[in-house]
């Protein structure tokens, strides 16, 4: 008898702010237009949290209130609570703080991890270690960015791009062989000067001239990171595929990193999937960045059966790119 525990995905829930930004409403803001944004993108309209007293952690615990509603259970079940994000509330506490603290998750201990785009599958990682271990067996892994935050609605290049989202998964233990099986994880920080927030931190605390040069605004290469993230998320799901057996035929679904619609269709092609089986949702939402991964297992959770293949796969600022192999097991 096997005694290793494998850990799943047990329930899935989201949030969603309600303003909703459209292209057409960037128009008046930027010189763009609809036609550019959705040509190059795949992108229609995004949603912004407009309300200043709510932030990453109110997001990520009404996205996790919504996984407790469905699995019935008391808040002081929960062992552990992880929020990947970039753009937490503060420096610290964190954001899983917080949201520990939202949702009354008393016995939970609770933390932040900071992947950028992939930092939903790396807190997936680290959330279903913790599941096989032992240590815990109720562990909420939370994707939450309130993107607006850090973006600046006068440069056409990103405003276009990101929206504001958290979802998320439950972890428990499996009772049979479904569940969250391989994991492909990179990161390099060559040539991650493309894509960063350069002020704020440690190296550039705020100060005028860090406000005034606009520092505190994700700045962004769009040519060079298109390149590094097609090569990435494309590289990382064929060889999760190669590493595990797996063949086209076998894949029930693909679950990309919703950042550009280029992208996604040239990882499935490289995959040799058919679009039917790749899940897109990039055209209501824009880029999430932690949310766009759960955000699409929240979308097509009466469509998935137990037992089906999923591939999810990101790449995000870091770099950071990875990949999970997992059984669905609802």
Not at 98 to 126: E, H, R, V
Not at 147 to 163: A, E, H, P
Not at 233 to 239: G, I, L, Q, T
Request: aromatic letters at 6%.
């Amino acid at each position: 008898m096997n005694s290793k525990i494998r850990a799943k995905i047990s329930a899935v829930g989201h949030f969603l702010p309600d303003y909703v930004l459209t292209n057409k409403e960037l128009e008046k803001l930027v010189e763009t237009n609809d036609e550019w944004i959705r040509t190059r993108t795949g992108i229609a309209e995004r949603r912004l949290l407009k309300d200043p007293e709510k932030a990453t952690a109110f997001m990520a615990a009404e996205a996790a209130r919504e996984i407790l509603k469905q699995r019935d259970l008391d808040p002081a079940e929960i062992d552990a609570v992880i929020v990947a994000t970039i753009t937490p509330d503060y420096m610290f506490p964190s954001a899983a703080c917080l949201t520990q603290t939202m949702i009354g998750a008393k016995n939970a201990f609770a933390y932040d991890l900071s992947a950028a785009c992939s930092g939903f599958i790396f807190a997936l990682s680290s959330g279903a270690a913790l599941v096989e271990s032992g240590q815990c067996r109720k562990v909420l892994v939370l994707g939450s960015d309130k993107m607006s935050s850090i973006i600046d609605f006068s440069d056409r290049t990103t405003c276009i791009l990101f929206g504001d989202a958290a979802a998320g998964v439950l972890i428990e233990p499996s009772e049979d062989e479904d569940g969250i099986i391989d994991h492909i994880l990179h990161s390099s920080a060559e040539g991650a000067e493309s894509l960063m927030q350069e002020g704020g931190g440690s190296r550039n605390p705020a100060t005028h001239e860090t406000v005034d040069k606009k520092m505190h605004y994700i700045r962004q290469e769009g040519r060079i990171v298109f390149k590094k993230a097609t090569e990435g998320m494309a590289d990382v799901s064929v060889a999760i595929m190669e590493k595990n057996g797996l063949t086209a035929d076998d894949i029930a679904w693909l679950v990309p990193h919703q950042a550009n619609l280029r992208i996604i269709d040239a990882t499935a092609r490289r995959m040799g999937l058919d679009p039917e089986k790749v899940m897109i949702n990039i055209e209501k939402y824009g880029n999430t960045t932690a949310a766009t991964i759960p955000l699409c297992l929240y979308d097509w959770r009466n469509k998935l059966n137990k037992g089906d293949n999923i591939i999810l796969a990101a790449f995000g600022g870091g770099y950071t790119w990875g990949a999970t192999y997992l059984k669905w097991a609802i």
